[in-house]
């Protein structure tokens, strides 16, 4: 999906890659959308895939063109935030005394002063690695203060991230992401992922992309969502060739992709099956 131009330079001007999302209406469905802006159909043989992931990977905060860590992590303890170690220190001496172990301290109720919210509305888990390994977004902030303390300052008492049950964004944290060769492995651990978590509506992809020179090369339609979009992709299509135009009807799980109904006096002629 493009929120302005589909290579706007001036918006990310560092950049050497760009990423997509693979799609299949009987699986992914249209839960890898946005509702606003448009999108770029390219074609799988002539875009170069460096790599990809299961889930949002956050590739334009990697490094190694987006197939790298997260450039940064916040785990750097040289980087020391002082003023909220001092406040860790005060947090802890104040709730639980000075002779309490920070081993032995609730991380729950160190970072929380109310009760623990029901489990869906919980903030959503984070995938850390190729072993379905998870972690809750809180004991991720937990890990964050502890390398700044350079030691434990709580256990962690939070539920079981795999009961998570609300509709949140699902993250992939891992410094390791798939490569191309393992692309069946990554479907199958996405497919698996919204089987695990059935009401996330934020469950998609990225296949990460090294830049072409020339995009209108490697794209073969635009399509958009919303009809408050229509204008903006037929421009996108004549600044890159004069390329198809296609609407996405997210409430039609059969067909992916439709002849924009104006184009075809008011009604569709042909669709085009994912």
Not at 27 to 54: H, K, W
Not at 87 to 103: D, H, P
Not at 216 to 242: C, D, K, T
Request: charged share 25%.
């Amino acid at each position: 999906m493009c929120m302005g131009a589909c290579d706007d330079d001036e918006m990310f001007p560092e950049m050497d890659h760009f990423s997509g999302s693979w799609i299949q209406n009987r699986t992914t469905g249209p839960r890898v959308f946005l509702n606003e802006g448009i999108g770029m159909i390219l074609d799988p043989q002539a875009v170069s895939i460096q790599c990809l992931y299961p889930l949002d990977a956050g590739t334009i905060g990697r490094s190694n063109g987006g197939c790298g860590p997260n450039k940064d992590d916040g785990f750097d303890p040289s980087h020391r935030d002082w003023r909220m170690i001092m406040w860790l220190y005060w947090r802890k001496i104040t709730k639980f005394g000075y002779r309490k172990k920070w081993e032995d301290i609730p991380c729950s109720k160190f970072f929380n002063d109310d009760d623990m919210p029901p489990p869906n509305e919980m903030p959503p888990p984070m995938l850390m690695d190729h072993n379905n390994t998870w972690m809750s977004s809180m004991m991720l902030e937990v890990k964050y203060w502890e390398a700044q303390m350079g030691h434990v300052i709580c256990y962690d008492d939070y539920p079981n991230v795999t009961n998570y049950s609300g509709d949140g964004m699902l993250l992939y944290l891992g410094p390791e992401p798939w490569v191309p060769s393992e692309w069946d492995e990554c479907v199958e651990e996405t497919l698996k992922i919204t089987k695990q978590y059935p009401k996330c509506r934020g469950i998609w992809n990225e296949v990460v992309m090294e830049k072409p020179d020339d995009l209108s090369a490697v794209v073969q339609a635009i399509f958009y969502i919303n009809p408050q979009n229509r204008e903006q992709a037929y421009w996108e299509s004549e600044r890159l060739g004069h390329k198809p135009v296609l609407a996405l009807d997210p409430f039609d799980l059969e067909h992916l992709f439709q002849c924009p109904p104006e184009e075809i006096g008011g009604a569709s002629i042909y669709s085009v099956e994912a």
